[in-house]
């Protein structure tokens, strides 16, 4: 049978993307969820472990916390992490990896260090018990553990996926600064659309936002092609209900009636983003033109449009700012009815697209601090044109 028992469980997100993520876990009825900054928690069951895995497009990691203990020393870390009977977990046949993060914390100021010193509590109770210790690997480890410090406070979790959640194994190639899947996932939840109407992806790169497009139109899980999971290691992983849930995520399909399309001006680019598309099985879904947005013909008269277009990094001033004009001209002209949303890390070159957004949603891509404009565009003319609803 199943185990029903609830625990706690946390969720990592990108910064921007913690409401997306609240609504995902309502609707896996997930219970005493408490949204903080990038993470979110709630309490599940084994059974609901599993899909959050599966389900959650806009989840980094989730995390099963196991542990907590105050530390403001490297002696009184290392004392809080051998507080837990590792082998309940783990065997000195398997291997570990510890990811390790600190925030507001006076002593706690490397990462690295930080988890070196958890990793050696962990082995040398192995060793001190066995005579032997696991090894260490930091790519595909046995069992990944999570040590999050604030201030003074830790908390030890284990990291039920394994590898980040946003390698959803469908890019097989991919252009340069790709657009990370998770982020990619959150836009498009951020504009409302599930399939409803066409969704059309200008500059489309790698095609990253036209096939989590596609996956969220269809109801297929973000992460149904991944190999493996963190919890398939756990002592107490059952295989039974994990491959009942994968199987239903199956019966759960459904038809798409619109259009998914997208453009990119680089040859090279649209080679890649077909070998991405083909190997998840979306050929004859996606249509993927190589055009230049401003030569780009739309024949949908209703339309979600997401653009990630270049930020101007590597472009003259003078340039930039024409290709944003360029931008917001060709919305005002061929996608009347429509909903557009740009993405965007330079302020200025925003100021060039010519129309007043509706909305403005802080993000981040990378590193980078972004904002997410949306634009409401109206059919015909209108006093005010192109105001916000």
Known sequence: MPNTTTFPLTVKTLPGLEDILVEELTQLNAQNIQKGSRVVSFEGDQALLYRANLHLRTALRILKPIHKFTATNEDQLYKGVQEVDWSAYTSVKDTIAIDSTAAHSDFF???????????????????????LRPSVDTEDPSLRINLHIHQDQCTLSLDSSGQSLHKRSY????????????????????????GQCDFINPMSGSATLLIEAAMIA???????????????????FDADLWE????????????????????????????SAWDNIEHIGFKDLIQLKHKPFE???NTSTEATIVINPPYGMRMDKDDIEDFYTMMGDKLKQDFQGCDAWILSANKDAMKSVGLRPSRKIALFNGSLPCKYHKYEMYRGSKKGKYMVK
């Open 109 to 131: 100021n490397n990462d690295y260090y930080t988890s070196l010193k958890s990793k050696d509590a962990i082995v040398d109770q192995f060793r001190d018990k066995t005579g």
């Open 244 to 271: 009942s849930i994968r199987q239903a995520s199956y019966d759960q399909r459904k038809e798409f009636p619109h259009q998914l399309i997208g453009c990119d001006v680089n040859k090279k680019v649209i080679r």
């Open 295 to 297: 030569d780009f013909e």
């Open 171 to 194: 890019r097989l190639n991919h252009h340069q600064a790709p657009l990370n899947e998770v982020l990619a996932a959150g836009m498009i939840l951020l504009t409302g659309w599930h």
């Open 218 to 236: 269809q109801n297929i899980p973000p992460n149904l092609l991944r190999e493996s999971f963190g919890f398939e290691y756990w002592r107490d």
